[in-house]
């Protein structure tokens, strides 16, 4: 079975950092580019950023250029995200996702929630 | 503001059908894959259909997709209590080199 298991969520003040990790299996992981994408409470799906199989290619969307940095590590399956200098507007479920092809996501991951707050 | 535009709710009732569009630009949708995905309350979005109009495995064909130019539309026909969800629609602008959504659309089966 597919799967896709996020970690790393949790309360931080501004300014501070967090690691979110994505562990995955049931596939070639070192196949496939991998997304992270986020949802603010009561809010819709923001694309965050996306890492292309050999880590090649990378993007990021504006709200967090500069701040998040994306990685992976294909011999250990896990997808990462590092998130620094964060702000309140951060808080979200974060959730990781297969990129099947052209931002095709799937699966999703069950997401973890990191909230920003003093 | 979501560079796709998406109708925030829809509603119809049991065994009807409904559509739900979703416009954007050539940059997006005019010149790349779209996919649909479909969000239960309280769960992780799931991929519903992709590359316009094809359904993974498991989505039954009451759902479909279409493209014309810049625009795109789910279908959802025999509608269900269960269909109950928040639909987007996603896609890579080029222009932008990020992936983009919908901004969401509330589907209520009255």
């Known amino acids: 079975e597919v799967q896709l298991v996020e970690s790393g969520g949790g309360l931080v003040k501004p300014g501070g950092s967090l690691r979110l990790s994505c562990a995955a299996s049931?596939?070639?992981?070192?196949?496939?580019?991998m997304n992270w994408v986020r949802q603010a409470p009561g809010k819709g799906l923001e694309w965050v950023s996306s890492?292309?199989?050999?880590?090649?290619?990378?993007y990021y969307a504006d709200s967090v250029k500069g701040r998040f940095t994306i990685s992976r590590d294909n011999a250990k399956n896990a997808l990462y995200l590092q998130m620094n200098s964060l702000r309140a507007e951060d808080t979200a479920v974060y959730y990781c996702?297969?990129?099947?092809?052209?931002?095709?996501?799937?699966?999703w991951g069950q997401g973890t929630l990191v909230t920003v707050s003093s | 503001q979501s560079v796709l535009t998406q109708p925030p709710s829809v509603s119809a009732a049991p065994g009807q059908k409904v559509t739900i569009s979703c416009s954007g630009s050539?940059?997006?949708?005019?010149?790349?894959?779209v996919s649909w995905y479909q969000q239960l309350p309280g769960t992780a979005p799931k991929l519903l259909i992709y590359?316009?109009?094809k359904r993974p495995s498991g989505i039954p064909d009451r759902f479909s997709g279409s493209k014309s130019g810049t625009s795109a539309t789910l279908g959802i026909t025999g509608l269900q209590t269960g269909d109950e969800a928040d639909y987007y629609c996603?896609?890579?602008?080029?222009?932008?080199?990020?992936?983009?959504f919908g901004g969401g659309t509330k589907l209520t089966v009255l």
């Open positions: 996702a297969r990129d099947l092809f052209s931002s095709t996501f799937d699966p």
């Open positions: 049931g596939f070639t992981f070192s196949s496939y580019s």
């Open positions: 890492i292309s199989s050999s880590s090649s290619y990378i």
């Open positions: 050539s940059s997006n949708i005019g010149n790349n894959y």
């Open positions: 590359d316009i109009n």
């Open positions: 996603g896609t890579w602008d080029s222009s932008l080199s990020a992936g983009v």
